[in-house]
T-cell receptor, first 115, second 114 residues
């Protein structure tokens, strides 16, 4: 199957700072990438959908100015958590697919801890 | 919005037993996907289903796309300890436009006792 690499795997940052998470499709071109957030023992909650070269579409309740998404190329999307606070601590996961109606492949996730 | 009901929430079984879990939707999906997630990892795709009535196997795993397009099940036969994890169903309802996003079930936590 296709490989999606997410970096870093974990990060600890101070409250008020910003953190960037990268999602790369290693062996395919991803026209669409998704960013999810997952709290312990819960399902994945979609935050936003990003298409290469266009603005991301955010789900209701997700602050676009706080969670900045950039999808500048067909193999890379980034999520920047700006002015992070402890309540932003969570597991963030990206997924990517080549075109509609294909499988979505997931990165390994990033554990963010804000102290 | 769309809702996926996944059951059971958790299962405790003995090694060697068969397992079945299912998802039902309030609306029609045209794609069903089943994923497994290990602690601290991203979900890994197990089986993808694209046609109503489709029955697909992947080793000891078998999944079916319900004929009504509102449900799917996953069976695991002869379970082994490494089957432990959380299993998620996911559905996609649109084949056009920009709505390619997946709706996820809440997951089934599987524990296998050796």
């Amino acid at each position: 199957g296709a490989v999606v690499s997410q970096h870093p795997s974990w990060v600890i940052c101070k409250s008020g700072t910003s953190v960037k998470i990268e999602c790369r499709s290693l062996d395919f071109q991803a026209t669409t990438m998704f960013w999810y957030r997952q709290f312990p023992k819960q399902s994945l909650m979609l935050m936003a959908t990003s298409n290469e070269g266009s603005k991301a579409t955010y789900e209701q309740g997700v602050e676009k100015d706080k969670f900045l998404i950039n999808h500048a190329s067909l193999t890379l999307s980034t999520l920047t958590v700006t002015s992070a606070h402890p309540e932003d601590s969570s597991f963030y996961i990206c997924s990517a697919m080549t075109d509609p109606n294909t499988e979505a492949f997931f990165g390994q996730g990033t554990r963010l801890t804000v102290v | 919005g769309q809702q996926l009901n996944q059951s059971p929430q958790s299962m405790f079984i003995q090694e060697g037993e068969d397992v079945s879990m299912n998802c039902t939707s309030s609306s029609i999906f045209n794609t069903w996907l089943w994923y497994k997630q290990d602690p601290g990892e991203g979900p890994v795709l197990l089986i993808a289903l694209y046609k109503a009535g489709e029955l697909t196997s992947n080793g000891r795993l078998t999944a079916q796309f319900g004929i009504t397009r509102k449900d799917s099940f996953l069976n695991i036969s002869a379970s082994i300890p490494s089957d432990v994890g959380i299993y998620f169903c996911a559905g996609r309802s649109s084949s056009g436009g920009s709505n390619y996003k997946l709706t996820f079930g809440k997951g089934t936590l599987l524990t296998v006792n050796p």
